[in-house]
């Protein structure tokens, strides 16, 4: 069963446009969430995560809002650059674990 | 060294054959995982350790696969006689706490079973 589901597999965006990434998840025991960034090649690169206590985290061009009535969270980049072209993959962990379910993946294309 | 370092980065392996992943933590790091990644999925967590102690490896598939850290530093991954559906980017990352802090992940060796 797939516990974290990124239903979007690619998204376009135009540069300096806001870009938004969606992430659901399945289980109420997951009580961190994180975001990566994956380039071709290399590995995932943590970008920004956010507690269950908290409703948003913010940290320069990048913000991730979690509801988690609707066991919801997404990503926003403002303004999206061209260097934002990327897989990016939501996290989830439960409480007191060390491991991480990892979404699908949605590749973030940004054009000029 | 500087980051997470994975040998080799690509690796060949006929059906059948045993194969051994390589991974360099971060100096220092005490918490290691194994991931693997299908194509056009999200990492899968295989197996954990901190230090020697391998203390989760729920995610191992089967038996044919088998991690070790005897040292508490570098990690091998052991797969035996490969099958096709092993074909998968296999991640290591590190992390310097033994509560959870997030994880740096090296680049990943490319498996490929023919």
């Known amino acids: 069963d797939q516990q974290v589901k990124q239903n979007s597999p690619s998204l376009s965006v135009q540069e300096g446009r806001i870009s938004i990434l969606n992430c659901d998840y399945t289980?109420?025991?997951?009580?961190?969430f994180l975001w990566y960034k994956k380039y071709p090649a290399e590995g995932p690169t943590f970008l920004i995560s956010?507690?269950?206590?908290?409703d948003k985290n913010e940290d320069g061009r990048f913000t991730v809002f979690l509801n988690k009535s609707a066991k919801h969270l997404s990503l926003h980049i403002v303004p999206s650059q061209p260097g934002d072209s990327a897989v990016y993959f939501c996290?989830?962990?439960?409480?007191?674990?060390?491991?991480?379910?990892f979404g699908q993946g949605t590749r973030l294309t940004i054009n000029p | 060294g500087a980051g997470v370092s994975q040998s080799p980065r690509y690796k060949v392996a006929k059906r059948g054959q045993d194969v051994a992943l390589r991974c360099d933590p971060i100096?220092?790091?005490?918490?290691l995982f194994w991931y693997q990644q299908a194509l056009g999925q999200g990492p899968e967590f295989l197996t954990y350790?901190?230090?020697?102690?391998?203390?989760?490896k729920s995610g191992l598939p089967s038996d044919r696969f088998f991690a070790e850290r005897p040292e508490g530093s570098v990690s091998t991954l052991k797969i035996q006689r490969t099958q096709q559906e092993d074909s998968a980017v296999y991640l290591c990352?590190?992390?310097?706490?033994?509560?959870?802090?997030?994880?740096?992940f090296g680049s990943g060796t490319r498996l490929t079973v023919v």
């Open positions: 990352a590190s992390s310097y706490r033994t509560t959870f802090y997030g994880y740096t």
């Open positions: 289980n109420s025991m997951f009580d961190y």
């Open positions: 956010i507690s269950s206590i908290k």
């Open positions: 996290a989830a962990r439960k409480q007191g674990a060390q491991k991480l379910v």
């Open positions: 100096s220092g790091h005490v918490s």
């Open positions: 350790f901190q230090n020697e102690a391998q203390l989760d």
